[in-house]
């Protein structure tokens, strides 16, 4: 058994707990939280720390497959660029590839993160993905804009998807790459297949200003680089309405949804958007948004109509570290206004609501096992992160 104090415990689930006591039996469960104004008295063998303890952090949108790209790709491109860079650099070694992912994993677990939504085109990194500390959902990624291939490139993501069920072990769901890059038959086959096996579904939404202008104008420079690799796209019409509608649109309708990004989603669309039901989770990438389009998604407007925020770090592509606390440590420089609690709770349990893991992870509350995260060096006096501040997992 274990007794863990800090200067605060933020079980999440409930309010911050000034020099809270944590019990733990010897697998890590919660057996009791403390508040020690209501049951002062000294405890034997206590643990005293400097800092926050929060439950085990939750990256809900990652590519551990493109770690071997980390600093490959300058910053400031835009996403149109940033597409064309990748196309071009993504054949690599599958040994290369594999090394760096395995890296990627052990970076995630240093920076005290338990589980991940990890985005998967290949099989690569499936092997690394059971029996180590962080828990894997794994979203098989599936796009293509030719109509007629809709169904072998869905029979393609099956096979996947059947292959981690058979020798991986982890849970797995089908997901459709982005709004410019797969066609409505593609996300009718996608939906048919979620309509009997439901599980959450993930896409990239509203990354650049060019995706809506090609949804809502059919132009743009997103629609000309597309053009450049796939001559089908020529033929593309625009919806005329927004990408995200559109997408939502075309799913269905009682799935789980995070919708990864969202750095140019409008007012109006996040407005329609949180009357979902079940809800949307907005998964913020701010690490990745900075570095291609140095530009950080409109969370004032987010947090008019919604809390269902998660947060990812997307892939060492597109971002410096892969942390979960990185990320609120950037949204926190650029919104001190928003409470670490509320931070806390973005990057912890309302990402294991979105993976539907939240009955074991997420919190600290009796009989969950969600791992224990140091968080230290921050401003304890206004409660706030710092670029100072660190993680440091102690369970
Ligand atoms: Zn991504």
Redesign the pocket.
């Known amino acids: 058994m274990r007794k863990i104090s800090a200067n605060y415990i933020f079980p999440v689930s409930s309010s911050p707990i000034k020099n809270g006591i944590l019990i733990l039996d010897n697998d890590g469960k919660v057996k009791d939280l403390i508040d020690p104004g209501k049951d002062a008295g000294e405890l034997e063998n206590l643990e005293v720390y400097n800092g926050i303890l929060v439950p085990g952090f939750v990256n809900t949108?990652t590519?551990l497959e493109l770690s071997h790209l980390k600093g490959k790709i300058p910053t400031g491109t835009g996403l149109p660029r940033f597409i064309h860079e990748i196309s071009r650099l993504r054949e690599n070694e599958k040994i290369t590839i594999r090394d760096a992912a395995a890296q990627g994993v052990k970076e995630m677990e240093r920076n005290g993160i338990v589980a991940a939504g990890d985005?998967s085109n290949t099989d690569i990194s499936f092997p690394l993905k059971v029996n180590g500390k962080i828990r894997f959902h794994t979203f098989v990624e599936v796009f293509g804009l030719k109509p007629k291939e809709a169904k072998e490139k869905v029979r393609e993501g099956i096979t996947f998807l059947n292959l981690i069920k058979e020798k991986f072990y982890h849970p797995a769901s089908l997901s459709p790459h982005a709004p410019y890059s797969v066609s409505r038959e593609l996300l009718a086959e996608i939906s048919k297949y979620i309509n009997t096996n439901p599980a959450p579904v993930t896409f990239?939404n509203q990354e650049c200003m060019e995706e809506l202008e090609m949804f809502s104008y059919n132009k743009g420079k997103l629609k000309s680089t597309l053009e450049k690799t796939d001559p089908d796209m020529t033929k593309w019409e625009s919806p005329g309405i927004s990408s995200l509608f559109w997408m939502l649109g075309n799913l269905p309708e009682k799935i789980k949804i995070l919708s990864?990004h969202n750095t140019y989603t409008p007012a109006k669309d996040i407005e329609t958007v949180c009357k979902r039901e079940p809800p949307v989770y907005w998964t913020l990438c701010p690490g990745a948004n900075l570095y291609i389009e140095k530009r950080i998604p409109d969370i004032n407007t987010l947090l008019l109509y919604t809390n269902n925020i998660t947060i990812g770090t997307?892939?060492l592509a597109s971002n410096h570290t892969l942390s979960v606390l990185d990320e609120l440590i950037t949204l926190q420089k650029h919104f001190p206004e928003i409470p670490v609690e509320k931070l806390i709770n973005w990057g912890t349990l309302n990402g294991a609501k979105a993976l539907n893991i939240d009955k074991e992870i997420g919190s600290f509350e009796t009989g969950k096992k969600p791992g224990i995260n140091l968080v230290y060096g921050l401003d304890l006096q206004n409660m706030k992160l710092t670029k100072e501040t660190k993680v440091k997992p102690i369970m």
């Open positions: 949108h590519h985005i990239h990864v997307d892939s």
